[in-house]
C-alpha cells in the first residue's frame, strides 16, 4: 500500500480533528442544556458532528490547509451554531407558554360542536 502524502495525511488528521470537536458540540450542548434539545441525542449529535466536518473541510480548503487551527476554530463554530438551531428553549420545562384559546374564531373549540342541540 502506498504512503498517503503529507496535504493528505494532513486532512485526514484535521478531519479526525474535525469529528472530535463535532462530537464535543454535541456533549457539551446536550450536558448544559438538556431540556432546551427536545430531538433525540443522535440528531443533535449527528448536526453536530456533520457541521464540524463539513465547516472544517470548507475552511481547509479556503484557507489551502496553511492554518489548521484556524480551520478547526471553525469548524467548532459551524458546530455550534448549527447545533443551536435544535434548541428549543421555549419548549424547555417549566418555560413553555400556557396553551392560548381562541374563543373568538369560529371553531376554535371543538366542544361547543359537539354539544350542538339536535
Do not use: I, K, N
Not at 1 to 9: D, H, L, N, T, W
Not at 15 to 42: I, M, W
Not at 78 to 92: E, H, I, K, Y
Amino acid at each position: 500500500m502506498p504512503y498517503a502524502r503529507p496535504r493528505e495525511a494532513a486532512l485526514l488528521v484535521e478531519s479526525l480533528v474535525f469529528a472530535l470537536v463535532g462530537l464535543a458540540a454535541a456533549a457539551v450542548a446536550l450536558l448544559a442544556l438538556p431540556t432546551y434539545f427536545r430531538a433525540s441525542r443522535a440528531t443533535v449529535a449527528a448536526t453536530a458532528l456533520a457541521a464540524a466536518l463539513l465547516g472544517g473541510t470548507v475552511a481547509h480548503f479556503c484557507l489551502d490547509g496553511r492554518y489548521p487551527v484556524v480551520s478547526v476554530a471553525f469548524s467548532a463554530l459551524a458546530a455550534g451554531v448549527l447545533t443551536s438551531l435544535l434548541a428549543r428553549p421555549d419548549l424547555a420545562a417549566g418555560l413553555a407558554p400556557p396553551h392560548r384559546h381562541h374563543p373568538h374564531r369560529a371553531g376554535a373549540h371543538r366542544a361547543s360542536r359537539r354539544h350542538r342541540p339536535a
